[in-house]
């Protein structure tokens, strides 16, 4: 079921620029997500329960980023914004909504920068204002002479392994999609990259599997490739710790041991 809600803020600026992705700011059109991966760092928080059920539109987004660039922009306080950090920005309900791409028109209007970080190959129906985005942006002082673009656009993969994607990832796209997305991406100009976050102990993290995963990147045109490890956390129903224990009890019970190990912090003995 997805609701829409009214929000009074949907642009937040971080206390300093995240070393990773170089964005100052984050925005999320929506709350909740359909893609439901098991392993999302969300859950064990307030959206957590019940991700995709929960899914809500932030229907007055729009009217409120334009309000908060047009402030930022009089001030020049020019910074990459973050698609999105808390949920997925190209999820199927961006089809009917547009929101995503409404936010986007606002961002050109008002000359910032962009990072989308997306699993799915709806981005190419915007590819048209990122381009806009990607030459008109204003970058903020320290950035423009060390990165010539507006955008930069990041395809999240946990593995290469199709089946298992899809028990992890149940409503989104599969890696190779995504791939043959970032190719895409690629070959209309855009800084791409793909960011193996996270790789999955004892499934998708050994030297064999991340060279591969590597390989699969560049091999599709990626400009860059980001590796990070999986967090587990929280003790409710829902929460990643919980039903990533589960997962592992059906599919991978050898594994369990070493988790333990491993995550000695989180899992009980």
Known sequence: MTRE?????ILNKHKKRDDWFLDDYSLNPYSGCSFNCIYC????????ENMAKSLSVKVNAPELLEKQLKRRAK????????FASSTEP?????????????LLEIILKYKFPVEVATKSELILRDLDLLKDIDKN???????????????????????????LAKILEPGAPSPIERLETVEICKKEGFLVGVCYIPVLPFLSDSEVELD???????????DFVLVGGLTLFGKGPVDCKTLYYKFLEKY????IPKYKSLYRIFFAP
């Not at 190209?90 to 409404?102: F, H």
């Not at 991978?252 to 594994?255: A, G, H, T, V």
Request: a positive charge; proline letters at 4%.
């Open 137 to 163: 942006a204003i970058l903020p002082e320290d950035l423009k002479q060390k990165l010539n673009h507006g955008v930069i656009i990041a395809f999240s993969i946990s593995t290469l392994n199709e089946k």
């Open 90 to 102: 190209y999820l199927p309900i961006e089809e009917k909504t547009g929101l995503t791409r409404k």
């Open 5 to 9: 809600i009214q929000v009074t803020s």
């Open 41 to 48: 760092y969300i859950r064990g928080g307030k959206y957590g």
């Open 252 to 255: 991978y019970p050898e594994l």
């Open 75 to 82: 001030r020049e306080e020019y910074g990459i914004i973050a």
């Open 212 to 222: 591969k995963m590597i390989k699969s990147a560049k091999d599709h045109g990626a």
